[in-house]
């Protein structure tokens, strides 16, 4: 499985941004897709995860503001961000993780910078 994010940029605190995350290769072992961010001089946080049954999960800090969503048509997940705060100023990546060949995997994509600020 690859994965490539995108959709980051800079937004006005309120704004809202949404990214995007295509997803390639053996797609239908994936169990479960997340969304995690790593601002400066933190570790990589979880925002919100998805699972193959479609439940859904999200921090504390963004519960309300974020949704995760996939579309199985266009092999992408997204991230609905709204009422963005500069504290959401970080680089956002997408996760997969899943089985193949009954072996587990866990993967990123590259990340997108987004700055929230005015």
């Known amino acids: 499985v690859q994965l490539q994010a995108s959709g980051g940029g800079l937004v006005r605190p309120g704004g809202s941004l949404r990214l995007s995350c295509a997803l390639a290769?053996?797609?239908?072992?994936?169990?479960?897709l997340g969304w995690y961010r790593q601002a400066p001089r933190k570790e990589r946080e979880l925002v919100a995860t998805?699972?193959?049954?479609?439940?859904?999960n999200a921090s504390d800090s963004v519960k309300g503001r974020f949704t995760v969503s996939r579309d199985y048509i266009k092999n992408m997940v997204y991230l609905q961000a709204n009422n963005l705060k500069r504290e959401d100023t970080a680089v956002y990546y997408c996760?997969?993780?899943?089985?193949?060949?009954?072996?587990?995997?866990?993967?990123w994509g590259p990340g997108t910078q987004v700055t929230v600020s005015s």
């Open positions: 996760n997969a993780e899943g089985r193949y060949e009954g072996k587990y995997y866990n993967v």
């Open positions: 290769g053996h797609t239908v072992t994936i169990d479960e």
């Open positions: 998805l699972s193959r049954g479609g439940t859904t």
